[in-house]
């Protein structure tokens, strides 16, 4: 395999001038550029990646910590964190937490020991392991969405609630008067944010919001399921249901099957984050987009930008929630007897 030593013996240069020409450390005439190339090609000769990162103190690998890549949510914004760092000549090392306080912890040690140059934030319950991230300072950091607010990293967020005032408002311009709302876990931003904008709809178009229809999820398919049958065990329903995220949409829609009730007939739901199999359900679900792609593209910009300039101010930039129409929405033919 050839080395530096061997470029520069064939080109009949220093090997610090194939490093500035490799590098465009330093202004180097076209002649010797020209040669130095030459005897690239020539000899196939590949930096080391590694002996480049020791030098420049970066070794162009991003660290990603997510719940889980598995939920269709997260893996899309993934895939759009993934393609910006192949655009980029970046590399990724993704880490699974799984919901674990410890696994969270020690993925990010296992991080810092690769030497990433730093790391995308997008877990759910990274609030309980905040102060692995107050040891590291220094370590540049980017929240995409999910993480805890209070870290002071630079941070891409969704618009909750206007997010959630846009699914409900939908509901509303279709007739519907008795809405309900599946919601995330208590205490998590996006679910709060979320039942803000729902609140917020039926209060500016004067409607009761019914706590008895308000029913907690868990953001997972088997939480939506379950908050909606709690829903159905009530001795008046609501003719239509705002679903924090599609996953627990997804398990609402299984609930309403097993009661033999159908969607939009019997009950007309609204998802929100628009993941690609929202197209695909029978019906194909109402849902609110987020830009997942750009999320995870923005994400991967915004932290490159921090490691370029790690002193300037911190940055919060909010992406635009829109209403994606489909099936599982329809307007309210007839007043119906609640029950």
């Avoid at 030459?38 to 719940?67: C, D, F, W």
């Avoid at 039926?202 to 953001?219: K, N, T």
Wanted: aromatic share 4%; with cysteine.
């Amino acid at each position: 395999m050839a080395t530096i030593k061997d470029v520069a013996k064939l080109a009949r240069v220093s090997t610090s001038t194939v490093s500035h020409v490799l590098n465009k450390t330093r202004f180097v005439s076209p002649e010797i550029t020209e040669r130095v190339e030459s005897a690239i090609e020539t000899l196939h000769y590949a930096p080391s990646a590694l002996a480049r990162s020791l030098k420049v103190n970066q070794t162009r690998t991003l660290g990603m910590l997510v719940t889980t890549s598995a939920n269709p949510f997260f893996a899309e914004v993934v895939q759009g964190v993934e393609q910006r760092c192949f655009e980029l000549g970046y590399s990724l090392v993704l880490c699974n937490t799984r919901g674990d306080k410890a696994r969270l912890n020690a993925s990010m040690e296992m991080l810092l020991q690769k030497r990433v140059d730093g790391v995308i934030l997008m877990c759910t319950q990274a609030h309980l392991g905040a102060k692995v991230f107050d040891r590291y300072p220094s370590v540049p950091l980017v929240l995409a969405d999910w993480g805890p607010m209070d870290l002071g990293a630079d941070l891409i967020q969704d618009s909750g609630q206007q997010g959630g005032r846009l699914a409900t408002e939908h509901l509303i311009s279709l007739g519907h008067r008795h809405i309900g709302c599946i919601t995330g876990p208590t205490g998590k931003r996006a679910a709060e944010e979320r039942l803000a904008g729902y609140r917020a709809a039926m209060e500016q178009a004067g409607l009761a919001v019914r706590p008895e229809w308000i029913a907690e999820g868990d953001f997972e398919l088997a939480g939506g399921k379950a908050a909606m049958a709690r829903l159905l065990e009530r001795s008046e329903r609501p003719t239509a249901v705002f679903v924090g995220n599609d996953m627990m949409a997804v398990g609402a829609l299984r609930a309403l099957a097993d009661a033999g009730l159908k969607v939009p007939q019997d009950m007309s739901l609204v998802g929100y984050d628009n993941i690609e199999l929202a197209r695909y359900l029978v019906p194909a679900l109402t849902s609110i987009e987020q830009p997942k792609a750009r999320l995870g593209a923005l994400a991967v910009d915004t932290l490159l930008a921090r490691i370029q300039a790690p002193d300037s101010p911190r940055r919060v930039l909010t992406l635009t929630p829109e209403l994606v129409v489909r099936e599982s929405s329809a307007a309210l033919a007839i007043p119906r007897r609640l029950g």
